[in-house]
Every structure is written in C-alpha cells, then in structure tokens.
C-alpha cells in the first residue's frame, strides 16, 4: 500500500508569484484535503476535494484554488503569492465517510521571499 | 466555533517517566477526536482516535488517550517515555457530520532528557 506523496520538498517563490504543489492520495482514498502550517502552529484547513470537485473549505482567500483528478491526485495552486504564505504545506487522503479519519504526507516547505 | 486547546506548549520528562498530554476541546456535540505526531521537517503521523465507545483508547507506539465528556477533555498518555517519542504532538477535532475538516490545536513540544 502506498502512502501519500507530496512534492516537491521545498519550495522558494517571490512575493507575487504563482505555485503549484502536488499530491498522490493514498491507494483507494477519495478524498483530498489540504493544510497550511505556518511556524510554530497547527496545521489550517484550507479545503477539500472529493470526485473532483471542491468539498469544503476553510477561511482562505479565492487566491487558494485546487484540483483534483480522476486518480484521485490533486494540486494546490497559489497566486499572487505573500510572505505570509510561507508554511509547510500538507495533502492528507482519506475515504469521504471514514469519520474524518485522515493521513498525511511529507508536506511541502514554501518560502516566499 | 470549534476549537482546541493544548496548554502545554514545551513539556519536558525524563526518559522511563510517564507523559501526559493535556487537550481540551469546545464542541457542541462529541466530536470525532484524535493525537497526531509530528517529527521535525516531517507530516503528521495518527497515534490514536476516538470515534465512540470505549472511553479510553489505544494506539500506536504505547500511547493511550481518554475521553472525558465532562471535562471536554482528550489526554494523550504514556506509561514510560523513549529518546524516541521526541517530537510534536497535535490534539485535533473532526466534526460528525463534515467533510473533513479537521481542527487541530497548536501543539505541544515534548523533549526527553537522557
């Protein structure tokens, strides 16, 4: 059984700039979640992806957008990128009615300079 | 609003003592409940859940946690701490009902001496 993939590792953008992060759900999860932990804190709920489309979503700004795909990967893109976007960036898969139980990969560390 | 709250934000112990960490939520209803691990420059990895039933749960790696609905209480411990078990720990809440947003608190530190 694989485990969720992220990537890349690290990450250093630009204030301004766009990004795009990567995630490989874990063999037969559904479901996509994604989290932003910024130094020192607890991962936020950014939103979710479920059969393709969005699911749920926390308290970010439109410049937050994903996608997800028919193999049940997805992507996290950015705009417009601020400093204080810098975090570790964290896909966690699941199965939709499995009680909210999820897990999570490696994340991504994005700077933004 | 939901929320949690672990007070101990860095907890010391020396290795063989036992740990307990301390995890508080607000929610209108039981929630779903669960301990996360976090290594540095790692994810998180599950310790233990709670989704109903028997009050006090186990999970990997020796840890146990109880729900205590009267006191909005989910405590993470351990009987005797290894070098090992250094890391981050992160109490967090899932919603019945949702889909699938987690809350998570800000996490306590714990170190072990030698």
């Known amino acids: 059984e694989t485990g969720v993939t992220q990537s890349p590792t690290h990450l250093i953008k630009t204030r301004g700039q766009q990004v795009t992060l990567r995630c490989s759900s874990q063999s037969g999860h559904n479901t996509v979640s994604w989290y932003q932990q910024a130094l020192g804190q607890g991962p936020q709920f950014i939103f979710q992806?479920?059969?393709?489309?969005?699911?749920g979503r926390g308290n970010f700004p439109p410049r937050f957008s994903g996608l997800q795909f028919p193999n049940y990967s997805s992507e996290l893109n950015v705009n417009a990128l601020e400093l204080d976007d810098s975090a570790l960036y964290l896909c966690?898969?699941?199965?939709?009615?499995?009680?909210?139980?999820?897990?999570f990969g490696p994340g991504t560390r994005l700077t933004v300079l | 609003a939901q929320s949690v709250t672990q007070p101990d934000i860095h907890i010391t112990v020396s290795e063989g003592a036992s740990l307990e960490l301390r995890c508080n939520y607000s929610y209108g209803a039981t929630p779903y409940l669960f301990w996360y691990v976090q290594s540095p420059g790692q994810g998180l990895q599950l310790l233990l859940k709670?989704?109903?039933?028997?009050?006090l749960v186990q999970g990997i790696k020796g840890f146990e946690a109880e729900f205590k609905r009267s006191q909005s209480s989910f405590n993470l411990r351990k009987p005797s701490v290894h070098w090992s078990d250094a890391a981050e720990y992160f109490c967090?809440?899932?919603?019945?009902?949702?889909?699938?947003?987690?809350?998570f608190g800000k996490g306590t530190k714990l170190s072990v001496k030698p």
């Open positions: 966690a898969s699941s199965f939709l009615t499995s009680y909210n139980e999820q897990f």
């Open positions: 992806y479920y059969r393709e489309e969005e699911n």
């Open positions: 709670y989704f109903s039933g028997d009050t």
């Open positions: 967090a809440v899932g919603e019945r009902g949702s889909q699938g947003n987690l809350i």
